[in-house]
């Protein structure tokens, strides 16, 4: 069977439809329907606009409340957080699928420490008797800042987490709040217990669906597994074979994505760099011609785009980015850039200001300001006639 050939555009827009933004159906279902779509969320503690997993569906659905977001990971029992890409929301139905993952653990015996002895039968005496607590609760917070500074109580309740005896079933703040699995995870969720294979098998096929079309890197990166079990499991995933042209590699693509070509309304927005459409910097690079990195944990004066450039999507590609920040009721960009192609020509140029200056005021009134500034910008000469466009 011949491969199906893809342009690289056609790879682009059908990554951007799974993604849910590009078309009217990234719209559907709501903060919910982003989370069923994408399979994973991911989570970290730095907040600047908002945190990551707030930014992903707001970059979706546009302005959505923060308090309906926080409502449709955790009110109910719709998700839980694992490890799936790093640190994730992930939708409660998908809990025995990562049953590969706590077996794996269970048969190393630890990931980090050793687990101190006794602990972990009084965590769950605590949480049997006086329900869902949070690390501090039970008595046991960071020692430190580090991982390896963690307190024996830290450590056994991480460790729990990891084999699924117990499950965040929500943050505070950012500390997480655990329950027992048996009573957090709905019983007929609990009782499956999938081998190894069935486990690999979705969460391939969920790969392929999220992101539309995907290299063997890809889908292993999006869950965060091994390349020989992508091998292992990609042709019973459902995933068909195709070659996308300028890629090295052959790739596989959701055949349902296949069969109607992508269309519709591109989004223009700040991503978080987090976000799922670009968390796989080669990735990122590959389909958009986009090289990002996170500078936040880079020293101030080697910083080339800012602590926490978010990049701009518009028109279905990454145009720039923009490192915001807030002083009071003004959304701040200390630092924004368009990339060289995007201001080639004078038409590009309007085209590309007029995208950033929306993106920015959306920001600005998704987080309660009413005033944007930018205080540098590349190419130089338009901070000018960016903050006079900001300003009207």
């Known amino acids: 069977m011949t491969d199906i050939e893809l342009s690289a555009d056609e790879a682009r827009r059908l990554q951007l439809r799974a993604q849910g933004l590009l078309g009217a159906d990234g719209r559907r279902g709501g903060v919910p329907g982003v989370l069923q779509r994408l399979k994973a969320v991911q989570l970290d503690t730095i907040s600047v606009l908002a945190r990551s997993h707030e930014l992903v569906p707001y970059a979706r659905l546009g ?21 799936a890409h790093a640190a994730s929301v992930l939708p409660m139905t998908e809990w025995p699928f990562f049953a590969f993952r706590r077996r794996e653990f269970r048969r190393r015996g630890l990931r980090w420490h050793k687990v101190p002895e006794g602990v972990c039968d009084d965590i769950l005496k605590r949480l049997r008797v006086d329900g869902p607590l949070t690390t501090k609760e039970l008595g046991g917070a960071k020692a430190g800042a580090d991982w390896w500074q963690w307190s024996d109580h830290k450590i056994a309740i991480e460790w729990l987490l990891d084999i699924g005896e117990v499950v965040c079933v929500r943050r505070i703040g950012w500390r997480r709040v655990y329950d ?28 392929g669906q999220a992101l539309g079309v995907a290299t063997r890197a890809d889908l292993a990166d999006y869950f965060r597994i091994k390349a020989e079990q992508v091998d292992a499991v990609v042709e019973a995933s459902g995933l068909v074979p195709v070659r996308v042209a300028g890629w090295r590699n052959g790739a596989w693509a959701d055949p349902e994505a296949l069969a109607v070509p992508p269309r519709g309304r591109h989004v223009t927005t700040l991503l978080s760099p987090f976000d799922s459409l670009v968390w796989d910097r080669a990735r990122t690079s590959r389909v958009f011609g986009f090289d990002h990195r996170l500078e936040a944990y880079v020293p101030k004066a080697k910083r080339v785009h800012g602590y926490f450039a978010m990049p701009l999507l518009a028109g279905g590609r990454l145009i720039g980015r923009v490192d915001p920040a807030r002083e009071g009721t003004t959304l701040v960009a200390r630092q924004a850039s368009l990339e060289p192609w995007a201001t ?13 200056c929306a993106a920015l005021r959306s920001a600005a009134e998704w987080v309660g300001c009413d005033a944007v500034r930018v205080e ?17």
């Open 180 to 207: 027992l699995a048996e009573r957090a995870v709905p019983a007929e969720l609990l009782a499956e217990e999938p081998d190894d294979e069935t486990c690999l098998t979705r969460l391939v096929r969920h790969a």
């Open 344 to 356: 080639r020509t004078a038409g590009r140029t309007e085209s590309s200001v007029a995208a950033l």
């Open 63 to 83: 302005p959505v409340g923060r308090t309906a977001v926080e409502k449709a990971y955790w009110s109910g029992g719709t998700g839980f957080e694992y490890w």
């Open 376 to 392: 540098r910008m590349t190419p130089a000469e338009l901070l000018a006639p960016v903050n006079t466009e900001l300003a009207r």
